[in-house]
């Protein structure tokens, strides 16, 4: 499937990144089979002025990215799922990992109750879910951690940084009612391929 997206044909160039930025903004117009002034989730402008009409801008989306195919991700070097996902989905050159757990994978019980443990177990689950992907931590663009108690921010950080170093990727921190197994601390991610 392929969608254009045009004005008049002119022999200036249109440049759509001055265009997003511009203040002054008007929509294009989109043509094309189901056409729609917003393509892939993406709204186009061109700037409004006084000069003659940019040319010609073409937007092509590939049928397999609009089609939303998935891969999942599974590995046995990081606990199974506790219900009905996966414990990553490859899709548009995303990985996102499921909340891991601080679960040895061999038993599917807590290596201890200890938030630390819990944590340093959690990254290396998330290392070998990440592996099986075909990425690793450097390609981590988000995190959210989801924490039984917020009081273990500090503890949780320390580990957390050996795992993410500069520039560590984006974040959030919660503390939630509760965590699956009355777990002390799960991570979730997404990384890009």
Excluded: H
Excluded at 82 to 96: D, T
Aim: aromatic fraction near 8%.
């Amino acid at each position: 499937m392929t969608w254009s997206v045009f004005r008049s044909i002119n022999p200036q160039t249109l440049d759509i990144s001055a265009a997003l930025r511009s203040s002054t903004r008007s929509p294009l117009f989109a043509a094309g089979a189901g056409c729609a002034t917003t393509l892939a989730g993406v709204s186009l402008f061109r700037m409004s002025s006084s000069r003659s009409p940019p040319p010609f801008a073409s937007l092509t989306v590939s049928a397999s990215a609009a089609s939303g195919k998935k891969e999942v991700v599974a590995t046995e070097k990081a606990p199974a799922a506790l219900g009905p996902y996966s414990q990553a989905i490859k899709a548009n050159n995303l990985v996102f990992v499921s909340g891991v757990l601080g679960l040895i994978p061999e038993t599917g019980k807590f290596v201890s109750d200890d938030v630390e443990d819990q944590t340093e177990q959690v990254l290396k689950n998330m290392g070998e879910i990440l592996k099986a992907s075909g990425v690793d931590y450097s390609s981590v663009v988000k995190t959210t951690i989801m924490l039984a108690d917020l009081a273990d921010f500090k503890k949780v950080n320390e580990i957390y940084a050996k795992y993410f170093p500069a520039p560590s990727p984006a974040r959030s921190t919660y503390q939630v009612a509760a965590l699956p197994l009355n777990a002390k601390i799960e991570i979730e991610c997404i990384a890009t391929l």
